[in-house]
């Protein structure tokens, strides 16, 4: 929760006034893809092997 409100104060000081409206909307369209299809991914990896989800979240940082 924190990180989302610090990212949405932060945004008007790194984005041009005029390109503002455009990286609003694609940061809250990168939110909601996320939310949307991480927990059906999510799902299919833990079926798919119990570690695997954890192993991929290992990988990706």
Do not use: K, Y
Not at 33 to 44: D, K, V
């Amino acid at each position: 929760m924190f990180f989302q409100l610090a990212g949405f104060a932060a945004l008007p000081h790194i984005v041009p006034r005029r390109q503002l409206p455009t990286a609003v909307v694609q940061n809250q369209a990168g939110e909601l893809g996320a939310g949307l299809a991480g927990r059906p991914l999510g799902g299919a990896r833990f079926a798919a092997g119990h570690l695997l989800p954890f192993v991929a979240d290992l990988l990706s940082w």
